[in-house]
């Protein structure tokens, strides 16, 4: 058997924690394996200093297209999800227009309110009273927040606001997180404020599932099962939360769940019923009860796309669900809607009955985080070349360097200059202007990683011409910056840190 | 009761499908909403045509620090993640240096393989047979696999390869994806070799929690129990999928199953046993019944930190678990190495019976989920500006318009080479370079969404001063863009479409 290049043993440079990818100067050897594999470095594996391929390249493996197939638009995020962050955050920052002589309201420490209600008159909803829901920035921290105001509430025990501090304790990822809650005067009477996290663009299910539509015959599709176990398994979890911490949920309704991502909901307007009917003085054992029978009551409610204020018979609403669905979700649910035996219900006895439909949700979730992890990756590059985009558009053609002689035709900060025109300004053999972003791209990600690739640099009257490598130039980028820095007062130094 | 200017009843812009926030031109009206809230049109919520703020306002919450404690680093990635997607990355595009004289090998499709293993004598391990295990590259889709050979091994039965057939199909987060398998004698031999996804930089569990040391006393800490648990229903959840596929893992073991993000594990090396010890024709149940045992001694040889090979008196080492951890986890494991009575053991039951863990892990899945996603919105805004600026570079200064008319003092052009100027060239009142990156991007970010906020751009010689608004700045990078472009010959126009 002849000599066999496989059988070399190297391991990934990387796993030797002592390496620094980001150090300007790499000896390979000097790492933690450089005594054991010293023997092995005709096959030692020189990990580039900084990698300078195009992008992050661990895709999700399944599709494959050919390279001619794929566009310059797979190096970035796919549309939709762009499209859906980018509305998010619009949402999220959106502002009322200022009115001449119209004060913009604001609520102690929360400016820029905008209203998220859609509805024109407000009629007594769950909670017995009008209320209204505003999106508001914090002076405090600049995060936004989940305003709701409880209209002509009379706070008459002070230790009601307090059974708020309960619910600022439970963070659970199907959970709108209570922020905090006061009582204010703003409104000309006595009301009460909730603040919860926003989330952009959530709609309750209430609208997504029985959304207002003036034709009788575009009612939405039957909702899949697979959904009606997310939503249960989803509810369920976060009932597991708010019982350990000796809550009740209390507003399990559709009008009161959001749906904040594809088939990911959370319970909203936790926390109010607390207060607002703290007086009444129920037993939370009594309250959680109520929270199965609830829980059980919205997914019969959208299983068969019945409107809560229609569903008096249940038995009958039971029997329709049965037919369309398999027997174990009617189970379940007739399940939540009985009356509690010898034993109170508890969640963690439901979490046991829904378990292989909690399996089947949490290796979707697995599954979601694995893809916004490789999108990550994706994106990841391209906050390092808008810096050092930035750090090239700050040193070139500066006006008070014209006649600089560091600037001139002989010296070395030219080919900076050179270097702009190779990389913005290729023309073709006709003279006409080649705009290619990969090759823009290619270009900066090997003059951030230094390598020792060589190029041509050409004077712009074709007099002169430099071969020099990316590691020369990113010294001289360094070297450039270095005396742009030390050019700053030291006040202003501080800012330029985001280099 | 004065006027309430909270009684204003807007939804925000965005829900309204029929809106596109990329528009040239926007009549605020002319949404799907215009007729319901015509009368309110004196609160219409003004939709910024594309946000020119800084950066996704919808970071976590929970941190309040003030503005004036925020870093500019606080606008791209924590370093950590940012390093190890970048590691991550670099270990995927690692290859080994060419060497002259030694032709670089490869596989089928598969090129530019990197060994994996840092052993450096290969002794048989569980398969009885060697194995080597690179990284390749394939031809056909330029994405990155696992290569396992197999030495030695003869397939004298052509059933035995399809037998990874079935394995192809199963898609887990918590098992390395198997993507084929052939023979080859590329060896000299007869090798088989299988292909399977590729996690780089992953380590087994075996690495992790019993590394090669020489100092006995620095031996790891004790494992905490919510890993265990998590481990458990990790690999109790890749059971459930694989049996369901009437399939055995066959490989639970400390030294086949990878960690391939903090607590995420994934089982690897599937397949392999059912090709190569496919003539032993052993019932699938058996085998099923076998992964149970191996996966409650994977969690007891962790749990006791004890190697596998020296784990003779099981009884003991369970003593020894359920001494520093729960009674519930001895149970369990305890359950899963006890011989199956009158039924065979289901994953389905022991999917019930940890339940209340699924729910758990479910939790910090989805956590993880949201924080990624908080992470992509983040370093969403880098892509667009990466573009943008690729655009400026590739319209300012170009030297074939060197005394062109167009771009002469007078003309409107010359406006950007100023705009140029103001972002990147600012100086203080000494003189000196204002280096800020947050006035660069701020810039940047209204110029792409064209606002109206107007600047004064003053020329070099501070003769002349322009007032311009963002939106016409907009408009002028648009035309002399296009005029680029029309310049292009039609084959280089597909090029340009990166921008």
Redesign the interface.
């Known amino acids: 058997?002849?000599y066999?290049?496989?059988m070399?043993?190297?391991?990934?440079?990387?796993?030797s924690s002592q390496y620094n990818?980001y150090a300007e100067e790499h000896n390979p050897l000097a790492g933690a394996g450089a005594s054991y594999y010293g023997a092995q470095n005709?096959?030692?594996?020189?990990?580039?200093p900084?990698?300078y391929?195009l992008y992050?390249?661990?895709?999700p493996?399944r599709?494959?297209?050919?390279?001619y197939q794929r566009?310059?638009?797979d190096?970035?995020?796919p549309e939709s999800?762009?499209e859906d962050?980018?509305?998010?955050?619009?949402?999220?920052?959106?502002?009322?227009?200022s009115?001449p002589g119209?004060?913009s309201?604001s609520l102690q420490h929360y400016h820029s309110?905008?209203?998220?209600?859609?509805?024109?008159k407000n009629t007594p909803g769950i909670f017995g009273l009008p209320t209204?829901v505003?999106k508001a920035t914090s002076r405090?921290?600049?995060?936004?927040?989940c305003l709701r105001?409880v209209e002509g509430f009379r706070l008459t025990n002070e230790d009601a606001i307090k059974a708020v501090n309960s619910w600022k304790k439970i963070s659970?990822?199907?959970i709108v997180?209570t922020?905090e809650a006061f009582t204010t005067r703003d409104?000309?009477?006595s009301s009460l404020i909730f603040v919860h996290?926003?989330h952009?663009?959530s709609k309750t299910l209430a609208e997504h599932h029985f959304p207002v539509t003036t034709n009788r015959f575009s009612r939405p599709g039957p909702v899949p099962e697979k959904v009606l176990w997310s939503y249960l398994?989803q509810l369920?979890?976060a009932l597991?939360?708010i019982h350990k911490a000796k809550l009740a949920a209390r507003c399990i309704d559709i009008s009161k769940v959001i749906l904040t991502?594809k088939n990911?909901i959370r319970l909203s307007a936790c926390s109010i019923f607390d207060v607002i009917n703290f007086d009444a003085h129920r037993r939370v054992e009594e309250l959680q009860q109520e929270d199965f029978f609830n829980l059980g009551k919205l997914v019969l409610s959208i299983g068969t796309n019945t409107s809560p204020r229609n569903m008096q018979d249940l038995r009958t609403l039971l029997e329709q669900l049965g037919r369309n669905y398999s027997e174990e979700l009617k189970e379940r649910v007739a399940w939540l809607l009985s009356a509690p035996q010898q034993q109170y219900m508890t969640a963690?006895q439901l979490?046991?009955d829904?378990?292989?439909h909690?399996?089947d949700?949490?290796?979707s979730?697995?599954?979601?985080?694995?893809e916004?992890?490789n999108?990550?990756?994706r994106?990841?590059e391209?906050?390092r070349?808008?810096?050092l985009?930035?750090k090239l558009?700050?040193i070139?053609?500066?006006?008070?360097f014209?006649g600089d002689p560091n600037w001139s035709e002989t010296e070395h900060r030219y080919m900076l200059k050179l270097f702009?025109?190779y990389?913005?300004?290729q023309?073709?053999t006709?003279?006409?202007?080649?705009?290619?972003?990969?090759h823009?791209?290619s270009c900066l990600n090997k003059l951030d990683a230094g390598t020792e690739e060589k190029i041509y640099l050409t004077s712009?009257d074709h007099q002169s011409t430099f071969l020099v490598t990316y590691r020369e130039l990113k010294k001289q980028v360094q070297s450039a910056f270095g005396d742009?820095?030390k050019?700053?007062?030291k006040q202003?130094q501080q800012?330029?840190?985001?280099?």
């Open positions: 058997m002849g066999d290049p496989f070399s043993s190297v391991s990934q440079g990387l796993q990818p005709t096959y030692s594996t020189p990990s580039q900084l990698q391929h992050y390249p661990l895709a493996i599709d494959t297209l050919q390279p566009a310059v638009f190096l970035f995020l999800l762009r962050l980018q509305k998010k955050a619009e949402a999220a920052r959106q502002v009322l227009a009115q119209v004060q309201p309110l905008v209203p998220l209600d859609i509805k024109l209204w505003w405090k921290n600049g995060n936004v927040y105001r659970h990822p199907n997180t922020v409104f000309n009477d996290s926003y952009p663009l398994v369920s979890s597991r939360v991502d990911r963690d979490i046991r829904l378990a292989l909690v399996d949700v949490f290796v979730s697995s599954n979601a985080y694995d916004a992890v999108h990550l990756g994106e990841l391209n906050g070349l808008v810096r985009l930035a558009g700050t070139n053609e500066r006006p008070e014209d702009r025109d990389v913005f300004h023309v073709d006709q003279g006409n202007p080649v705009l290619d972003l990969g823009i791209i712009r742009l820095q050019g700053n007062t202003q800012t330029s840190r985001g280099f």
